[in-house]
């Protein structure tokens, strides 16, 4: 246990070494609401779409909350896997995917006290919902969310053994959270053919349907099996290309 929270220490130290890294965050954070506020309220002026502008701005808030805290875990992998960094983490008696997560935790403890926590209370206070039980499931799901965006991060982390950069892998996945997360433009105003394809993606359970919820309160269950399902899939997924990169070590190293 010791060395888990020694982990979550240096974590913490890393993003608070930066002044002023925080500060910068929350502006970033306000910053990025006014606009989306901004844009729907242009869009709904002049358009005759039925656009519901609270429910707008608490949909882009939670997405916000939950991106601020998830961490671009593949683009550290690779920087350890080219600077020789990933041997050392090998030799730890713990495996390396705890090891990063444990890593990168006390840097979320830090976004969730400075940007999550503020944007949820803000969240709930338009929307007028302070049931404990509500607020109990949606910590579940936002915690399914962040597990979740982890373990794609680890699968794309991997590709970092095999080749000079992931900057192609990364901007793929960049593509597939734009189109099917939902965090760039609200679920309720996708096709209804389209919805029906987003339930059986990973990237919605991540940030569209965490906004959703806290707008609408359902689904809480089929988000919850779903997050489940893809964690347990996606990290066999990891651990089995983990162990080619393992053999690729082994080869390359003798």
Known sequence: ?????????????????????????????????????????????????NIDIKNILVYFIII??????????????????????????LTKPITVEKYYFFDILGNTIAKVLAILIPN????????????????FKLIIIIIGSYVLNFVIELILGTFSFFTQSIWGIESLKSIFMLILSGSFFPIEYYPEWSKKMLDYNPFVYIYGKIADFILYEKNFLKILFFQTFFVLILFCV??????????KISINGG
């Not at 070494?17 to 910053?31: A, F, P, V, W």
């Not at 209370?121 to 607020?135: E, H, P, R």
């Not at 990891?238 to 053999?247: A, P, R």
């Open 1 to 49: 246990m010791d060395k888990y929270i020694e982990l979550i220490k240096i974590g913490g130290k890393k993003i608070l070494s930066y002044k002023g890294l925080i500060t910068t965050l929350i502006i970033k954070n306000y910053i990025y609401i006014f606009l989306q506020y901004s844009l729907w309220l242009s869009i709904k002026e002049n358009s005759s779409i």
């Open 64 to 89: 916000r909350s939950v991106n601020s805290v998830n961490f671009n875990l593949s683009q550290y992998m690779s920087y350890d896997v080219k600077n020789g960094n990933i041997v050392g983490i």
């Open 120 to 135: 949820i209370l803000i969240a709930l206070f338009l929307i007028g919902k302070f049931n404990i039980f509500f607020i």
């Open 238 to 247: 990891y651990k089995s290309i983990f162990k080619l990169c393992l053999k």
